[in-house]
């Protein structure tokens, strides 16, 4: 896989999206995970999540793999942001101004009170089709028809109606935590205009009988209403981080090496741009055509210009590793592990590389570096199978399968998950910590089965 950044196992998520536009249910999206731009996505969070009330890693922030402009939340503190909401966004503060407006959706309630705005559909529903059953008795069959069709529109606009508000309770919430985090609202004015400009280009009406037929209101509306909020608070000609914006453009500039084809990435950052982002895109997109050389002097590039950069560090280590040169590897991705205290996607690479080298000599290291990885990630598929494969190799069968039904259930694989935490928990001494985790991982395993049984 390409450096640093990797796909996770879809999700099945119910969405309230940001914007109407490219909106569809979010069945099959995996997840992208890449140390650097998720420690710059919680660095934008925190400050909101303080204005909120909340402690400031209270709220994750998770990367989908969509090329739709789109964010959303869908139960729990967490938020969910496409790929092309990244792309789309010019700024860092393009980016905080959704991350505002979706933590009001969580600060409102809105995911739990969902169903309070379908259920007041459901009962206009319900009482129209009452109506027309009677008319329907009484012989007046096209009455019949016409209340029921009736009903169905009335339930339709309670329903977005009731989405609307919830739209219009974030954008207002949205304001609050940018102002009190002393954040200016120009970033997310100018994502509001883009959103309308999408409009514009695939012809949604802006007319206000338009209103009737969507789940959030125009974003002319929205950026007319919210423009004197913004402009009238302290915050707003606040000058934005400068580095933060910088580490926006590298993030930015990663995701559209890994996601775009070669030559698209080398069309848009051409040899002639020496900054880091371009530098970043194009040893991505080197290194997906197999331009190890090209791939290499671009990593090296970047490291010159900061040697003690642990993702620069981790790219050029993980272009070396995927290249069959895992030796190389292991200094650059140690000192990235070391510089980032052990971050648990880095972790998680340079304990791949140590078994890579297939060296007997680096099991130990391996074992240490990728039990500290998932110790402060376990959410991390990649990592427990990497543990399963050193506890596989020394011999430590049960603790291997341990790993596996940690890797397995992460991966949406319960029946596999749950026959590997049953046998390591047989195996395993009774009363030990692992031997209680397996009884844990058991269990979440027989609660996906039980709810695939239940989709069914």
């Known amino acids: ?137 009484a012989g007046a069959g096209e009455a019949a028809m016409g209340a029921m069709a009736l009903g169905q529109q009335a339930a339709m606009g309670s329903f977005l109606s009731f989405s609307r508000a919830q739209e219009a309770s974030a954008d207002a919430a949205g304001v609050q935590y940018l102002s009190d985090a002393g954040i200016t609202g120009k970033g997310s004015l100018a994502f509001f205009g883009k959103l309308q400009n999408l409009e514009y280009r695939y012809g949604y009406s802006q007319d206000d009988d338009a209103t009737f037929s969507r789940t959030h209101p125009l974003s002319g509306d929205r950026i007319s209403r919210l423009t004197a909020d913004y402009q009238s608070d302290p915050a707003w000609n606040t000058t934005p981080d400068a580095a933060q914006q910088q580490r926006f453009e590298r993030v930015k500039a990663k995701l559209y090496g890994y996601l775009a084809r070669p030559a698209d990435t080398l069309q848009h950052y051409p040899e002639y741009l020496t900054d880091a982002p371009a530098r ?80 007997p000599a680096n099991l130990p290291e391996a074992e240490q570096v990728l ?26 069968i049960p603790r291997a399968q341990l790993a596996s039904s940690e890797q397995l259930v992460m991966s949406g694989q319960p029946s596999a998950a749950l026959q590997n935490a049953e046998a390591a928990e047989r195996a395993l001494p009774q009363g030990t910590p692992d031997w209680l985790r397996a009884q844990d991982v058991a269990m979440q395993a027989r609660a996906q089965l039980e709810r695939a049984r239940d989709r069914d």
Request: charged share 20%.
């Open 1 to 137: 896989m390409p450096a640093t950044l990797r796909r996770l196992p879809a999700l099945a998520l119910a969405t309230l999206a940001l914007l109407l536009l490219g909106t569809r249910p979010v069945l099959a999206q995996s997840v992208l995970r890449d140390a650097e731009t998720e420690a710059l996505l919680q660095e934008l969070m925190a400050p909101l999540s303080e204005a909120a009330g909340l402690q400031p890693d209270a709220v994750d922030v998770v990367l989908l793999n969509d090329p739709s402009i789109n964010a959303f939340v869908a139960g729990g503190q967490r938020i969910y942001i496409h790929s092309g909401l990244i792309n789309a966004a010019d700024t860092a503060n393009e980016v905080q101004g959704v991350l505002a407006h979706e933590l009001g959706h969580i600060q409102g309630g809105h995911i739990v009170r969902f169903s309070e705005g379908m259920g007041a559909a459901t009962n206009i529903s319900l009482l129209s089709m009452l109506v027309g059953v009677a008319a329907a008795l």
């Open 371 to 396: 039990r500290a990885a998932v110790g402060r990630d376990r959410q991390n598929p990649f990592a427990w199978y990497q543990l399963g494969v050193v506890y596989g190799q020394k011999g430590d």
């Open 280 to 359: 970043y895109a194009r040893a991505y997109a080197y290194h997906k055509d197999a331009r190890m050389d090209k791939a290499l002097a671009e990593t090296d590039a970047l490291i010159a210009s900061d040697p003690d950069d642990p993702y620069f560090l981790e790219l050029k280590g993980q272009v070396l590793l995927e290249s069959g040169r895992p030796a190389e590897a292991l200094p650059l991705l140690r000192q990235a592990t070391f510089l980032t205290n052990n971050n648990g996607l880095i972790a998680g690479t340079f304990g791949h590389a140590l078994i890579a080298t297939e060296d």
